[in-house]
């Protein structure tokens, strides 16, 4: 906490310079109540001995304060902006702590509509939710965010630590043809973590996003289609359960494919929105012993979503959602499940998940979302039943 | 009878007529004397204005400007750019910050600062009633669409 005041201070003088300088960010608060049995009982007997936090991710209990976001940015020209972005939010698997995160880090110049290139910490250009919505809860219709994109589960990349290139082509009508390539550091010896600086695998994540964007008279449709590409270098850890270190010369390296791609249709209508994301990524072990069955493993996810904008200026907004993740295996496969602490890297089980959900949000300004959400678990380890409220805040 | 009465229906309509007639507003988008771009459709108005594209075509920076509420800028926010409401167009700003790190638009008050913030800078676009658009201000914008309201 100390770090983000000191952050703030620092620049809170700036404001007064002659760079366009501005500091937004959003926050909420949410309050749940979940009940009822896990829809599977072996994955939750599974989940209460090797998973990696006593709740599953995004599951309703109390009061709880997701965290509060700080988007700084600064026009240091009138082509190059920069962007720095850092959470302070819930310590991972705790109740009690608050942690400093680093979201976003970059410059970004702009050199004519088609070609834009942005350096430094970003959002891995892969479909629309990651690239547009991430966990922002102000900005997303429904509360909760999708297991699929969780950083805090790491099951897709979600950041890139390197250089992208973007833009759009005019085409007619209207249309507009957009892209967005980019290459990074990539994936981790563990998949949550972000690999900021001093990178010891020499390959090279690569990600390419294409979208068509067709005109609407209130806002656009899109269609989007998304791969990416890694090669990661991390450690065999036979069994759930199972800590290894990784400074122990039996510890054996093992060298894995990752090929990933997604498909998304977006809408964003004066009388609806719908939201369709669909990705599938497979890891290949290219290098190393693992368990059979571990050499080849594929995860699967889906995100779908509708809501309706009704009342005076489509404020009141009903919606349904199915989210879907389906991991490899019956533990995650030999790379989603690990963590590194130190030298030491444990494997741990994480459950597929699949959920109903339905609620309405409401728009009492154009800087807070009030969300009522009920969540009904199909498959995964939640309690079957959960309801939130959610107060949502950009400013 | 029947005469009459369309007789009566038809002045009715050519009172009605010249009334909204002289009612009616003329917007106008303009753009700085020096953008190449000569003329356009109100997609276009959209993509610039709120920076769906990144630049301009030769690369200009895209500075647009927005006034404090009247019914002229009404007008703009829903009919040009398609938004449901002036909080729309709020959230949709901030979106924006949080997605591209784009500004939101510089806000001025009046027509003449609009034209004056347009005339100053290569990349202003903006939008002002037709009449306030004297032949000194004509001299340092263009008018690239109107629209009659």
Excluded at chain 2, 38 to 56: F, T
Aim: glycine share 8%.
């Amino acid at each position: 906490m100390l770090k983000l005041f000191t952050v703030v201070l620092i620049c809170m003088p700036l404001s007064a310079s002659a760079n366009e300088f501005s500091l937004s960010g959003f926050a909420d608060v949410n309050a749940g109540y979940q009940f009822g049995s896990a829809r599977d009982a072996a994955a939750q007997a599974m989940f209460e001995t090797f998973g990696l936090d006593p709740h599953a991710k995004s599951s309703q209990s109390g009061f709880g304060l997701v965290g509060t976001d700080f988007t700084l940015t600064s026009e240091l020209s009138d082509t190059v902006v920069y962007l720095a972005e850092v959470n302070l939010q819930v310590e991972r698997g705790r109740s009690t702590a608050f942690e400093f995160d680093v979201e976003r880090m970059y410059f970004r110049k702009t050199i004519n509509p088609m070609l834009n290139i942005q350096a430094g910490l970003f959002f891995t250009p892969i479909g629309y939710f990651n690239r547009n919505l991430y966990s922002r809860a102000w900005m997303m219709v429904s509360a909760q965010v999708p297991d699929l994109f969780e950083e805090e589960l790491g099951l897709i990349p979600t950041h890139t630590v390197g250089i992208q290139f973007d833009g759009g082509f005019a085409l007619t009508g209207n249309h507009r043809l957009e892209y967005a390539v980019s290459a990074g550091n990539g994936r981790a010896t563990d998949p949550v973590a972000n690999v900021y600086a001093r990178d010891d695998n020499p390959w090279r994540s690569a990600t390419a996003m294409l979208e068509w964007v067709v005109p609407g008279e209130h806002k656009d449709l899109r269609f989007g289609v998304s791969g990416w590409h890694d090669v990661i270098n991390t450690y065999r850890v036979a069994q759930m359960g199972e800590t290894r270190s990784i400074a122990d010369p039996t510890t054996q390296a093992i060298r894995m494919r990752e090929l990933g791609g997604s498909l998304h249709a977006v809408y964003r209508g004066k009388r609806f929105s719908v939201l369709a994301e669909a990705a599938a990524q497979r890891h290949t072990v290219i290098r190393g012993m693992v368990t059979a069955g571990d050499e080849r493993t594929t995860l699967v996810g889906v995100v779908a979503e509708a809501s309706v904008n009704l009342g005076d200026d489509g404020r009141w907004k009903p919606y349904v959602r199915y989210d879907r993740v389906s991991l490899p295996g019956i533990d995650g496969g030999p790379y989603l499940g690990l963590r590194l602490d130190d030298d030491e890297i444990s494997r741990f089980y994480i459950p597929d998940a699949q959920m109903a959900i339905t609620g309405v949000a409401w728009d009492p300004s154009a800087y807070q979302r009030l969300k009522l959400e009920y969540s009904l678990a199909l498959d995964g380890v939640r309690p079957q039943h959960a309801v939130v409220v959610q107060s949502a805040f950009g400013f | 009878m029947n005469r009459n009465l369309m007789i009566a229906i038809a002045v009715a309509a050519t009172l009605a007529s010249s009334s909204s007639a002289s009612q009616a507003g003329e917007l106008v988008v303009i753009v700085n004397k020096a953008n190449p771009t000569a003329a356009m459709s109100k997609g276009d108005v959209r993509n610039h204005y709120l920076k769906k594209q990144s630049s301009w075509s030769n690369g200009e920076k895209l500075r647009p400007v927005d006034t404090e509420s009247s019914g002229q800028r009404d007008v703009f926010v829903h009919k040009l750019l398609g938004m449901t409401s002036n909080e729309d167009l709020e959230r949709y700003w901030l979106e924006l910050k949080y997605q591209k790190a784009e500004s939101p638009p510089k806000r001025v008050e009046g027509d003449g600062a609009v034209i004056k913030f347009v005339s100053a800078f290569k990349g202003g676009i903006g939008f002002v009633d037709a009449a306030s658009l004297d032949a000194d201000a004509r001299s340092k914008v263009q008018v690239v669409l109107t629209l009659k309201y």
